[in-house]
């Protein structure tokens, strides 16, 4: 019963620059067939960037899915054979534009195990620095037009209440910070 399923069929419907998606035809553990539709995601890192005062840096961006702006962490795919560590540093400096000096290694989640193989790793970024002309220039996406801010643990707390962060992988984040 814990044995792997391998697919009898394997189609790509469908490969965008950041996914691909799939279906899968499986036979079930109790018989019968099944057409599985799956996201595949290269996975990505989401940074918990903790100020010296112990404020948290969230960055605003707008989220064409859901129709708005929403203030999350700082997050990001990871690229072709890329080391996560090395992923969370560029993320951090792109979308804050500063870089930390340690990273703090907080676990892994998938958000959506039912579609989607996307495995998020979760760091805990501190000793927050400016760059330096020392260091690797750092470049945003195309389509990323961020506002990073420091809030107060208090003030996430509360716009989390609000409505103003509904972005489950910032709160998955905040709570694993917090325990």
């Known amino acids: 019963m814990n044995k792997p399923i391998i697919p009898r069929e394997i189609r790509k419907v469908f490969e965008g620059r950041i996914f691909t998606v799939q279906v899968e035809t499986i036979t079930l553990p109790k018989g019968g067939e099944l057409a599985v539709e799956i996201v595949r995601h290269p996975g990505s890192v989401v940074l918990i960037p903790v100020t010296a005062s112990g404020e948290l840096l969230l960055v605003r961006q707008y989220r064409h899915p859901i129709g708005r702006w929403v203030w999350e962490l700082p997050a990001g795919t990871l690229k072709p054979g890329e080391d996560i560590e090395h992923a969370a540093l560029r993320e951090c400096h792109e979308e804050t534009g500063t870089i930390p000096s340690r990273l703090d290694y907080m676990g ?56 103003d962060i509904v972005d489950m992988k910032t709160i998955a984040a905040l709570a694993l910070a917090s325990s």
């Open 108 to 163: 892994a989640f998938y958000p959506s195990p039912g579609f989607c193989d996307e495995i998020m790793h979760f760091f805990k970024a501190t000793g927050l620095r400016a760059p330096t002309a020392d260091d690797e220039a750092a470049h945003q996406d195309e389509d990323e037009d961020l506002e990073p801010r420091a809030f107060s643990r208090a003030d996430v707390e509360a716009m989390m209440k609000t409505g």
